[in-house]
């Protein structure tokens, strides 16, 4: 098995930072990079890395790619200060050949995400491109996350292991709803749309959020999951409602060559904390 560096970004993640890092023990090095902790994510983060910076926020990739650069190892692996890497997956991993790796530029895993501390099936499969070649795999610059792909699918390849998201979170409503997280994203994603050529009809307003209502519930067979069920297929509908009334907004307001501004703007900062699972994307 190829030595595999783990990276980790992070601020301000007491609550979670000591069981991310736990998690990957098992890797050659753990890389840490900070945004500006002001809690105690520094001293938890300083116990366990071979490599501890504190530095600005560069994006969702900037800092990812920051992070891969400090590494010694061309084998790289991402973790959230809000995740844990499973031991299942971390056997998947050490059990890859040097052979085998050299065959592909990237290697994807699935992802189990928790709300209010409960494990949310509905948003299975959550696959992430976590484990890269460095020199090898290629990144593309999105406003919410990031995302890598290989030079060719042939090199890409999946795993079967888990990485948990928010497990050892503690008991909070904003895992559901968070205001001042939501207007940020709204904003970013609607600017992001409008530039890439989206416009809104009516039909993204009224269909689309009916349709994602129907995906999970129905589908995704959240309705096994009772009350909670529901009200996951609930987030992902108004999610989608509240994604497309943005653009709409954002079109209305640029095609009267207006400026923008709606508690906030979109060259505003978001931390890697700011980011949440999307189940409506």
């Known amino acids: 098995m190829a030595k595999v560096s783990v990276v980790i970004c992070c601020q301000d993640m007491a ?38 910076v504190e530095t600005h926020w560069r994006g969702f990739t900037g800092q990812k790619q920051y992070g ?15 995740e844990e890497c499973s031991p299942e997956l971390a056997k998947e991993i050490l059990e890859l050949s040097d052979a ?13 995400n928790y709300i209010l501390s409960r494990y949310v099936p509905a948003w299975d ?16 610059d999105e406003v919410l996350h990031d995302a890598r792909y290989a030079s060719h699918p042939s090199r890409h390849k999946w795993l079967n292991g888990w990485i948990y998201h928010k497990r050892k979170n503690a008991l909070s409503f904003s895992d559901y ?17 409008y530039e890439s050529g ?15 209502f129907f995906k999970f519930y129905v589908l995704k067979r959240a309705f096994t999951d009772g009350k909670f069920g529901l009200l996951i297929a609930q987030k992902a509908a108004v999610s989608v409602q509240l994604k497309y009334s943005a653009l709409w907004a954002y079109q209305e307001l640029r095609s009267a060559d207006k400026s923008f501004r709606a508690g906030g703007s979109t060259s505003e900062s978001v931390t890697p904390e700011a980011t949440e699972q999307n189940a409506a994307a």
Do not use: Q
Not at 101 to 112: G, I
Not at 185 to 192: H, I, K
């Open 15 to 52: 609550e979670s930072m000591r069981a991310a890092c736990e998690s990957v023990r098992w890797a050659d090095e753990l890389v840490v990079v900070d945004s500006g902790s002001t809690d105690a994510t520094p001293d938890i983060a300083r116990e366990f890395a071979d490599v501890y």
């Open 68 to 82: 891969a650069t400090l590494c010694r190892n061309e084998w790289v692996f991402f973790v959230e200060a809000d």
């Open 100 to 112: 085998e790796l050299e065959s592909y530029d990237l290697v994807s895993m699935k992802r189990r």
């Open 125 to 140: 499969p959550d696959y992430m491109s976590r484990l890269i070649h460095r020199d090898r795999c290629l990144w593309r």
């Open 177 to 193: 709803f968070c205001g001042s997280r939501l207007d940020k994203r709204l904003l970013m994603v609607a600017e992001s749309m």
């Open 198 to 212: 989206r416009r809104c009809t009516w039909s993204d307003l009224v269909i689309r959020p009916a349709f994602a």
